[in-house]
């Protein structure tokens, strides 16, 4: 069973940094694109980064690049995002998902994790 | 980027109801065109890919249509557990991009 778990959510100040987690967990992790994706209190949905299978190839919204990165680590099945100089706009919970086996769709998804930035 | 755009934003229905909702691109996204449902705390559930393929355990009574720049997600026969959130999104690009969804409510 596919199982994507992540972690690393609180509260950050305007300005500052805070890595997010993202457990895999029952397919072959660098088989696969991954995402994250997040939704603002009172929002939709936004896709934020994505990463191919090897982890060579990644991808931005315009809102996160230069401030966030996305990486894998295939000998712990970990996927993670790395935010800095967070701003208020980013206060979201933060979802990971896996990219499916013929397109950038998400089949399977975690249950998220919040992220508050504020003072 | 591709913008995508849903309509109607809320959607009243009852019990039984046959619904539409239509999500269209600002440009031809072939069929990379996959939906999601959304309740409030949980993880969104893929619905349909490549515009009208049945995700893994989506029950029949949810399809899609289109392709280019118009698409639509009909369900038949609304049951109560399908009252949630719907969005489309397109994979034509690496960089993805959402609609900003459509309510369905029951009314």
């Known amino acids: 069973e596919v199982q994507l778990v992540e972690s690393g959510g609180g509260l950050v100040q305007p300005g500052g940094s805070l890595r997010l987690s993202c457990a895999a967990s029952?397919?072959?992790?660098?088989?696969?694109?991954m995402t994250w994706v997040r939704q603002a209190p009172g929002k939709g949905l936004e896709w934020v980064a994505n990463?191919?299978?090897?982890?060579?190839?990644?991808y931005y919204v315009a809102s996160v690049k230069g401030r966030f990165t996305v990486s894998k680590d295939h000998t712990t099945n970990l996927l993670y995002l790395q935010m800095n100089s967070l701003r208020g706009e980013d206060t979201a919970v933060y979802y990971c998902?896996?990219?499916?086996?013929?397109?950038?769709?998400?089949?399977?998804w975690g249950q998220g994790v919040l992220l508050t930035v504020s003072s | 980027d591709i913008q995508m755009t849903q309509f109607p934003s809320t959607l009243s229905a009852s019990v039984g109801d046959r619904v539409n909702m239509t999500c269209r691109a600002s440009?031809?996204?072939?069929?990379?065109l996959a939906w999601y449902q959304h309740k409030p705390g949980k993880a969104p559930k893929l619905l349909i890919y490549?515009?009208?393929k049945l995700g893994g355990g989506v029950p029949s009574r949810f399809s899609g249509s289109g392709s280019g720049t118009e698409f639509t997600l009909t369900i038949d026969s609304l049951q109560s557990d399908d009252f949630a959130t719907y969005y489309c999104?397109?994979?034509?690009?690496?960089?993805?991009?959402f609609g900003q969804g459509t309510k369905l409510e029951i009314k």
């Open positions: 029952g397919f072959t992790f660098s088989g696969y694109w």
């Open positions: 998902a896996r990219g499916g086996p013929a397109g950038l769709y998400f089949d399977s």
């Open positions: 440009q031809s996204v072939s069929t990379w």
């Open positions: 490549a515009a009208s």
């Open positions: 990463i191919n299978q090897d982890g060579t190839e990644t």
């Open positions: 999104q397109q994979y034509d690009s690496y960089m993805c991009t």
